[in-house]
């Protein structure tokens, strides 16, 4: 049965990613997602926006700190509620619960009050030397500048509230999470934090508990990805966002994005892009004019 709700909620959740609502999921306890893989990569916003913010770890952490915040505007109101975040992207907030909250699901991926959002980018440029150039760039085309209405969304993501409850009670309070899910929750969650930096494959061994060569076969049975290939995949995503919006260097580029050297960068973009840096630059410019 509890496979099932897991299911269930993937399957759902995948629908609504699916009809164009960037839906993630937060669990106050972790217990989700410690407990199983399955809905490990709905705990993440995935709009270019966020991904590019959160490509500073500090800026990460600033954002894993602010949720208290969110917290305790659902437990005061009990309310879905649409606001900004301290970066300037914009969500719809649903508790799950009523009086014990124990998470929320977001939908976002939104920037809908520009010039509120201005100050934000730039204070994260400075704080997290992020180019403000790239921020302002995919602010512009990597978030949705119309937002839904509440009512339809509520029509939408209740049923999924409903389901993660459901979950929550399902979940025996003495369940030992199944080990290789659990090692792959965390493999995902420390790379999705780290892969700016030079990170190595036995950081990501220790950060699982799991042994090099077990957390590798683990993380390629789960996501089709070797390690190495997830790393390079969410670099490249970012790499697009600086050759697109700034003028930093293709060395400025491979510095930022953690790779060992600029050869490898150009190798590796070129691998997974079919075009070299340069010229991506080159067509991304092009076809803004």
Not at 168 to 180: M, Q, R, Y
């Amino acid at each position: 049965m509890l496979i099932k709700i897991l299911n269930d909620i993937a399957a759902y959740t995948g629908y609504l990613h699916e009809i164009g609502l960037s839906v993630s999921i937060h669990d106050r306890s972790g217990s989700f997602f410690s407990f199983s893989h399955i809905i490990s990569e709905y705990n993440l916003h995935k709009s270019p926006y966020c991904l590019l913010v959160k490509s500073s770890p500090c800026a990460w952490k600033h954002c894993i700190e602010r949720q208290h915040k969110i917290y305790d505007r659902i437990a005061e109101s009990g309310e879905p509620f649409f606001g900004m975040c301290y970066a300037g992207a914009e969500e719809f907030v649903f508790p799950i619960g009523e009086g014990d909250v124990i998470g929320f699901v977001s939908v976002g991926g939104y920037g809908i009050n520009r010039s509120k959002a201005e100050a934000r980018i730039r204070s994260v440029a400075e704080k997290y030397m992020i180019p403000e150039a790239a921020l302002t760039g995919t602010y512009d085309s990597g978030l949705k500048h119309t937002s839904p209405d509440m009512e339809w969304l509520r029509r939408l993501i209740n049923p999924l509230c409903y389901m993660l409850l459901l979950l929550k009670d399902s979940i025996p309070k003495d369940a030992v999470p199944a080990s290789p899910e659990s090692a792959y929750a965390k493999a995902m969650v420390y790379i999705n934090r780290n892969y700016t930096s030079h990170i190595s494959m036995k950081e990501i061994s220790r950060a699982t508990g799991y042994s090099v060569s077990s957390i590798s076969h683990i993380f390629r049975k789960k996501s089709g990805f070797s390690l190495s290939e997830y790393i390079a995949h969410l670099r490249v995503i970012q790499a697009k966002n600086y050759l697109a919006y700034t003028d930093l260097s293709m060395q400025e580029i491979s510095d930022r994005l953690g790779f060992s050297d600029q050869n490898y960068f150009t190798n590796t973009f070129k691998k997974l892009s079919s075009v070299s840096p340069r010229e991506y630059r080159r067509l991304s410019r092009s076809s803004t004019h």
